[in-house]
């Protein structure tokens, strides 16, 4: 199993920026592909970027935006948001999985963090 803590979210205005974090513990931690997913309110849980077994996949809506990245050895995952957008506005969940799951969409990951809300003023 892998427990999940988010951090780094706040209120910023149109075009200014955030770094979300998320420091995974548990076993084989780097064996586990993760993700950024985030719901708005009144809306489905999208994912946001992935990081698996082939690369570093987004969603359309953040190409150019957003960048996430991982350090293996802090066993920590980030998000860097930057040109944010009203729309942006959600909680962030930082999710992981293992095997034959990875291959799926980030909703469905097995282990989902608390959230760390993103509020972006227009």
């Known amino acids: 199993q892998v427990r999940l803590v988010e951090s780094g979210g706040g209120s910023v205005q149109a075009g200014g920026s955030l770094r979300l974090s998320c420091v995974a513990s548990g076993d084989n931690v780097s064996d586990y592909c993760m993700a950024w997913l985030r719901q708005a309110p009144g809306r489905e849980r999208e994912g946001v970027a992935v990081i698996d077994y082939d690369g570093t996949t987004y969603a359309d809506s953040v190409k150019g935006r957003f960048t996430l990245s991982k350090d293996n050895a802090k066993n920590t995952l980030y998000l860097q948001m930057n040109n944010l957008k009203s729309e942006d506005t959600a909680m962030y969940y930082c999710?992981?999985?293992?095997?034959?799951?990875?291959?799926?969409?980030?909703?469905?990951?097995?282990?989902r963090g608390q959230g760390t809300q993103a509020t972006v003023a227009s």
């Open positions: 999710a992981a999985a293992h095997g034959e799951v990875c291959r799926g969409p980030p909703q469905q990951f097995n282990y």
